[in-house]
C-alpha cells in the first residue's frame, strides 16, 4: 500500500536512509552521504505533503517524494528535455530498505509518482541520478526513461544523468 506519509514514519524513513546509504556506498556510489539527505529533507517533504511511504504488513519499506520541485541544474543547456517544466513532475529520494529489495517497490513507487503526476495533468516525468549510481540508471530505464543528458551538482565530483519519461 502506497499512502501519504505521517509524521511517526519519519523515524523508520530515516533508519532505511541510513542502511540505504550504507549499501550504495559498498556498491560504489556515494550520492547519497550523512549529509543527504537527513531527517530534515524527509521533514521538510512530509510539511509539504509530498512525502509518500510504501507500506507491506504494516511496516514502512520504502518511501518517495513527489513534486514539480527542479534543481536549477535542470535549465543546463545540456539537458535536452523534450517537455518544459511546468508540464513536468518529478520525484527525489526513492528510498526502499535494502531488506526489502528485488520485490518491486521502487517499481512501484515510480508508477505511483508518475500515475499522481498524470492526475494532475502533467505530461511527463523528469528525474537525475549519479553517474555513479548505477542501479537507479538501470531501474528508469527498466520503466522506459530515457537519458537526456548530463548535469553537474557543485557538491559532488561525477556528473548526474537526466532523464526523462513522457506519461500517456
Not at 536512509?17 to 521538510?44: C, L
Not at 504488513?57 to 518517495?64: F, Q
Not at 528508469?140 to 530515457?146: D, I, L, R, T, V
Amino acid at each position: 500500500m502506497i499512502r501519504k506519509a505521517m509524521k511517526q514514519d519519519l523515524v523508520k524513513i530515516e533508519e532505511m536512509a541510513i542502511r540505504a546509504t550504507k549499501k550504495m556506498n559498498a556498491e560504489g556510489s556515494d550520492q547519497w552521504d550523512k549529509h543527504y539527505p537527513t531527517i530534515a529533507h524527509f521533514t521538510k517533504d512530509l510539511q509539504l505533503g509530498t512525502l509518500f511511504v510504501y507500506e507491506q504488513d504494516g511496516i514502512v519499506v520504502g518511501s518517495i517524494t513527489i513534486d514539480q520541485s527542479f534543481a536549477p541544474e535542470y535549465a543546463n543547456a545540456s539537458l535536452r528535455w523534450s517537455e518544459q517544466q511546468q508540464f513536468a513532475g518529478t520525484f527525489h529520494r526513492l528510498l526502499v530498505d535494502p531488506n526489502a529489495r528485488k520485490a518491486g517497490i521502487a517499481g512501484a513507487l515510480i508508477a505511483f509518482a508518475e500515475n499522481l503526476s498524470h492526475h494532475k495533468g502533467l505530461t511527463a516525468m523528469q528525474v537525475d541520478t549519479y553517474s555513479l549510481n548505477e542501479k537507479a540508471q538501470q531501474l528508469f530505464q527498466k520503466y522506459g526513461y530515457e537519458k537526456v543528458g548530463t548535469l553537474q551538482f557543485p557538491e559532488k565530483e561525477a556528473i548526474f544523468f537526466g532523464f526523462e519519461k513522457q506519461l500517456i
